[in-house]
């Protein structure tokens, strides 16, 4: 876009090959349509030959700048071409005065008037009282009319007359008083002679025609200072002028806001009091260039200040040089607080190298799809060694390696490539070949939102995932070999304890003793009981974990057959929900659940009487409870259920125990027993 002359370049060069880099450079450059634009350069020098940097089009900022200049122009226009004396006082301290102020008060011209001169001074003593008071008011924003006052003028202490008007005046940030005068000592002497009638007549007529000047002269200052101040004082940028010596003369609100002074601390002030320490140098440096430059041309600089509470801002922008009566008088700087720029590109710097290091890296492919343009942004380098394609493949346009596809995975590809297009997320594995060898590659995508909500691009993370699908199918195959083996262990468990029943039930048939035969009872009840949970593994599909639910109804309705107890006369009430436990819960569970029941049906209920069992399984916040409960005659008092000789409560107190659980019991209307334990 610009155009560079050799010279140019040869002068950048030999900056560069001084300093290493030129920062914050401002000049002037045409385009290649001729068009002239103001540029901000930001380059370093790499190699012998190789420039590498940034260059800013400021040409917007460059043309506010000079409407600034422009205003301060017209300003200084409207009051040195002034027919009236013009000056600006705070407390009789000239801070301003024109070139007509000069004359009236007898001065030459160029006399720094502003560091000398208090215009007190200049009033006899028998006016200076009444003027103090008229300023007085003037600050208190009162309208002061015209006033006769007597002044000394020049070395001789001449005695003149002077018509005088005060007014408020915000000067630089601070209330000042702006003073209209004019030398009316001839018409006063006029006056003395024989033709005072016809001198005051035309007098009359001069003065009206002069207040109607002044007046319009004094909305026209009035009009551009308020332009000027408002232009400064709600700028965003921070805007100061420093006088030669480095006082601080004016700073706009921005400025205080942004270093933390007060009006009255500012006046006090050397501007390297808030610079930096780590700048002092550099900042020297600059305001020497732009004082010995001479010239009213801005220089872009960059440095850093100091707040009030020594916190670092940095500052980027233009200083410029201010003359009166023809010397450098002070400098104007317009900056912006860049801090928190800089810190954010240099943290997103890291960022970005430390994000790239990373997608390089790693073997999983990272790529950015942009959904508006219908292009990929960004795909890594190592693409080709994962989806069988170079990054250049993807740029150019091509959705995907379909081309490798496995032939029973492309159509759900091409359906994947369609929720990409939408802005979707997906998941998916699927298979391509490439050099005549499977690759498995599991593939996510997720949108990425823009303004409003949109859906602007999808990043993806692409994975080689080969070696863990084999894995996972020989894991597969094996875990497929030891559920079969797992089924035959509990079958064969489970016939043998079918077996051991049986041997029990035959040695039955040898014994006439009934509390034996009650024994041997009781002991194949206890087996078949761990039989079920054998059984039930054998037809589950899910090793880890029974169905006790399912047992428990299993398990009751057995124990109510096999002591031979007719259904009419028991009424057995299941509320068991769907409740699944492991193996280590499940048979000591079954073995507590058999000794409860069997203890109901042998001891609760008198012959031929109707009775009710009812047992419960409920699960809340991990935690268990199995309840057997019975409406028989209940517990002897003289008993203590977790001390007793009886080799069934016996099993369950050491059961209960051994799963960590507690047992309760309620013996008020027939057996109640709780036991609480946790599921894991």
Same mark, same amino acid.
């Given at each position: 876009?610009?155009?560079?002359?050799?010279?140019?370049?040869?002068?950048?060069?030999?900056?560069?090959?001084? %300093?290493?880099?030129?920062?914050?450079?401002?000049?002037?450059?045409?385009?290649?349509?001729?068009?002239?634009?103001?540029?901000?350069?930001?380059?370093?020098?790499?190699?012998? /030959?190789?420039?590498?940097g940034?260059?800013?089009?400021?040409?917007?900022?460059?043309?506010?700048?000079?409407?600034?200049?422009?205003?301060?122009?017209?300003?200084?226009?409207?009051?040195?071409?002034?027919?009236?004396?013009?000056?600006?006082?705070?407390?009789?301290?000239?801070?301003?005065?024109?070139?007509?102020?000069?004359?009236?008060?007898?001065?030459?011209?160029?006399?720094? +008037?502003?560091?000398?001169?208090? +215009?007190y001074?200049?009033?006899?003593?028998?006016?200076?009282?009444?003027?103090?008071?008229?300023?007085?008011?003037?600050?208190q924003?009162?309208?002061v009319?015209?006033?006769?006052?007597?002044?000394?003028?020049g070395?001789?202490?001449?005695?003149?007359?002077?018509?005088?008007?005060?007014?408020?005046?915000?000067?630089?940030?601070?209330?000042?008083?702006?003073?209209?005068f004019?030398?009316?000592?001839?018409?006063?002497?006029?006056? !003395?002679?024989?033709?005072?009638?016809?001198?005051? $007549?035309?007098?009359?007529?001069?003065?009206h025609?002069?207040?109607?000047?002044?007046?319009?002269?004094?909305?026209?200052?009035?009009?551009?200072?308020?332009?000027?101040?408002?232009?400064?004082?709600?700028?965003?940028?921070?805007?100061?002028?420093?006088?030669?010596? #480095?006082?601080?003369?004016?700073?706009?609100?921005?400025?205080?806001?942004?270093?933390?002074?007060?009006?009255?601390?500012?006046?006090?002030?050397?501007?390297?009091?808030v610079?930096?320490?780590?700048?002092?140098?550099?900042?020297? @440096?600059?305001?020497?260039?732009?004082?010995?430059?001479?010239?009213?041309?801005?220089?872009?600089?960059?440095? $850093? &200040?100091?707040? %009030?509470?020594?916190?670092?801002?940095?500052?980027?922008?233009?200083?410029?040089?201010?003359?009166?009566?023809?010397?450098?008088f002070?400098?104007?700087?317009?900056l912006?607080?860049?801090?928190?720029?800089?810190?954010?590109?240099?943290?997103?710097?890291?960022?970005?190298?430390?994000?790239?290091?990373?997608?390089?890296? +790693?073997?999983?492919?990272?790529?950015?799809?942009? +959904?508006?343009?219908?292009?990929?942004?960004?795909?890594?380098?190592n693409?080709?060694?994962?989806? #069988?394609?170079?990054?250049?493949?993807?740029?150019?346009?091509? @959705?995907?390696?379909?081309?490798?596809?496995?032939?029973?995975?492309?159509?759900?590809?091409?359906?994947?490539?369609?929720?990409?297009?939408?802005?979707?997320?997906?998941?998916? /594995?699927?298979?391509?070949?490439?050099?005549?060898?499977?690759?498995?590659?599991?593939?996510?995508?997720f949108?990425?939102?823009?303004? !409003?909500g949109?859906?602007v691009?999808?990043?993806?993370?692409?994975?080689?995932?080969?070696?863990?699908?084999?894995?996972?199918?020989?894991?597969?195959?094996?875990?497929?070999?030891?559920?079969?083996?797992?089924?035959?262990?509990?079958?064969?468990? %489970?016939?043998?304890l079918?077996?051991?029943?049986s041997?029990l039930?035959?040695?039955?048939?040898?014994?006439?003793?009934?509390?034996?035969?009650?024994?041997?009872?009781?002991?194949?009840?206890?087996?078949?009981?761990?039989?079920?949970?054998?059984?039930?593994?054998?037809?589950?599909?899910?090793?880890?974990?029974?169905?006790?639910?399912?047992?428990?109804?299993?398990?009751? %309705?057995?124990?109510?057959?096999?002591?031979?107890?007719?259904?009419?006369?028991?009424?057995?009430?299941?509320?068991?929900?769907?409740?699944? &436990?492991?193996? /280590?819960?499940?048979?000591?569970?079954?073995?507590?659940?058999?000794?409860?029941?069997?203890?109901?049906?042998?001891?609760?209920?008198?012959?031929?009487?109707?009775?009710?069992?009812k047992?419960?399984?409920?699960?809340?916040?991990?935690?268990?409870?199995?309840?057997?409960?019975d409406?028989?005659?209940?517990?002897?008092?003289?008993?203590?259920?977790?001390?007793?000789?009886?080799?069934?409560?016996?099993?369950?107190?050491?059961?209960?125990?051994?799963?960590?659980?507690?047992?309760?019991?309620?013996?008020?209307?027939?057996?109640?027993?709780?036991?609480?334990?946790?599921?894991?």
């Amino acid at each position: 876009e610009l155009y560079f002359s050799k010279k140019e370049r040869d002068d950048y060069f030999k900056i560069l090959q001084k %300093k290493g880099s030129l920062t914050n450079f401002k000049n002037k450059q045409k385009r290649k349509d001729g068009k002239e634009i103001w540029i901000l350069t930001n380059v370093t020098l790499v190699g012998k /030959d190789r420039i590498e940097g940034t260059l800013i089009d400021i040409t917007e900022q460059v043309k506010v700048e000079n409407k600034i200049k422009e205003s301060e122009k017209n300003y200084k226009n409207l009051t040195e071409n002034s027919p009236y004396g013009v000056f600006v006082h705070i407390d009789g301290k000239i801070l301003y005065a024109n070139k007509e102020t000069y004359k009236i008060l007898g001065i030459k011209n160029g006399t720094r +008037i502003t560091k000398n001169l208090n +215009i007190y001074d200049f009033i006899l003593s028998e006016n200076r009282k009444e003027a103090q008071q008229r300023t007085q008011k003037a600050l208190q924003g009162k309208d002061v009319p015209f006033k006769e006052f007597k002044l000394k003028k020049g070395i001789n202490n001449q005695t003149i007359h002077v018509d005088v008007k005060p007014i408020l005046l915000n000067y630089k940030g601070e209330k000042a008083i702006q003073v209209f005068f004019k030398d009316i000592t001839i018409e006063k002497e006029l006056s !003395k002679s024989k033709l005072r009638a016809t001198i005051a $007549e035309e007098s009359n007529r001069v003065l009206h025609k002069e207040i109607k000047e002044r007046k319009r002269t004094e909305q026209q200052l009035i009009n551009s200072e308020e332009k000027y101040r408002d232009l400064f004082e709600n700028a965003t940028d921070l805007i100061q002028s420093v006088d030669t010596a #480095g006082n601080i003369l004016y700073v706009n609100k921005a400025w205080k806001t942004e270093l933390g002074f007060t009006d009255r601390e500012i006046k006090n002030l050397n501007i390297f009091d808030v610079v930096h320490p780590d700048c002092i140098k550099k900042c020297e @440096k600059i305001f020497s260039e732009v004082i010995k430059s001479k010239k009213d041309k801005p220089l872009k600089v960059s440095y $850093e &200040l100091k707040s %009030k509470k020594g916190k670092k801002i940095i500052v980027e922008g233009s200083v410029s040089l201010k003359f009166k009566n023809g010397k450098p008088f002070s400098t104007r700087a317009i900056l912006r607080n860049v801090t928190l720029k800089n810190e954010a590109e240099l943290k997103l710097e890291q960022q970005e190298k430390t994000l790239r290091a990373i997608t390089e890296t +790693i073997n999983d492919v990272f790529y950015l799809y942009n +959904i508006t343009e219908k292009k990929y942004e960004y795909i890594s380098p190592n693409s080709k060694e994962v989806l #069988g394609a170079s990054p250049k493949f993807f740029y150019s346009g091509k @959705k995907h390696t379909l081309t490798y596809g496995h032939p029973e995975d492309v159509k759900k590809m091409i359906e994947a490539h369609k929720l990409v297009d939408s802005g979707k997320p997906y998941n998916i /594995d699927y298979r391509l070949i490439i050099k005549k060898k499977i690759h498995w590659i599991n593939e996510r995508s997720f949108p990425i939102k823009g303004a !409003k909500g949109i859906t602007v691009a999808n990043s993806g993370i692409c994975r080689d995932i080969t070696d863990l699908k084999e894995t996972e199918r020989e894991l597969n195959e094996s875990i497929k070999e030891k559920e079969v083996l797992l089924k035959e262990v509990h079958h064969r468990v %489970k016939n043998n304890l079918q077996v051991i029943s049986s041997i029990l039930n035959l040695q039955s048939s040898y014994v006439e003793d009934e509390n034996t035969l009650n024994i041997l009872e009781e002991s194949q009840n206890r087996i078949k009981s761990m039989a079920f949970i054998h059984e039930s593994l054998y037809q589950t599909t899910d090793f880890s974990k029974i169905n006790f639910s399912e047992y428990v109804i299993s398990l009751s %309705k057995n124990l109510v057959h096999s002591y031979r107890v007719y259904s009419n006369l028991i009424d057995l009430q299941l509320s068991v929900g769907s409740i699944f &436990l492991d193996l /280590d819960l499940s048979i000591p569970c079954g073995l507590i659940l058999n000794e409860l029941v069997s203890n109901s049906l042998k001891y609760a209920f008198s012959k031929q009487q109707k009775g009710v069992i009812k047992i419960e399984l409920l699960e809340k916040n991990n935690t268990i409870s199995l309840i057997v409960q019975d409406n028989g005659v209940g517990l002897p008092k003289e008993i203590n259920y977790k001390n007793t000789a009886s080799l069934g409560l016996q099993l369950v107190m050491t059961l209960v125990e051994q799963i960590n659980g507690t047992i309760n019991l309620n013996n008020e209307k027939g057996a109640k027993y709780i036991i609480t334990f946790k599921k894991d």
